[in-house]
């Protein structure tokens, strides 16, 4: 196993995180910036006020888009354990 070998397997690992984390960052910041305009017209400082919809977007990400999430990492898993036998020969 080669050191671009490995460089090439992280970036791959790193494309996926960012691929699967992305849905739920872009929603959660979408909500927080919604909730900090709505706070800042209504001067409503509730700490709870921006956590309970970001938690409810979130859970709603994952029910919508989870089967694709696992689905992702289940294909770079099986992809990583098919180049098994490639890395430890060469």
């Given at each position: 196993?080669?050191?671009?070998?490995?460089?090439?397997?992280a970036?791959?690992?790193?494309?996926?995180?960012?691929?699967?984390?992305?849905?739920?960052?872009?929603?959660t910041?979408?909500?927080g910036l919604?909730?900090?305009f709505?706070?800042?017209?209504?001067?409503?400082?509730?700490?709870?006020?921006?956590?309970?919809?970001?938690?409810?977007?979130?859970?709603?990400?994952?029910?919508?888009a989870?089967?694709?999430?696992?689905?992702?990492i289940?294909?770079?898993?099986?992809?990583?354990?098919a180049?098994?036998?490639?890395?430890?020969?060469?």
């Amino acid at each position: 196993m080669t050191d671009s070998t490995v460089i090439n397997i992280a970036a791959q690992a790193l494309y996926l995180i960012g691929k699967i984390a992305g849905p739920i960052l872009v929603a959660t910041l979408a909500v927080g910036l919604f909730v900090s305009f709505f706070q800042a017209i209504t001067q409503i400082q509730e700490p709870t006020l921006t956590f309970v919809p970001k938690l409810v977007v979130v859970a709603l990400v994952f029910f919508l888009a989870g089967h694709w999430m696992i689905g992702e990492i289940v294909s770079f898993t099986d992809s990583l354990f098919a180049q098994i036998p490639q890395l430890l020969a060469g």
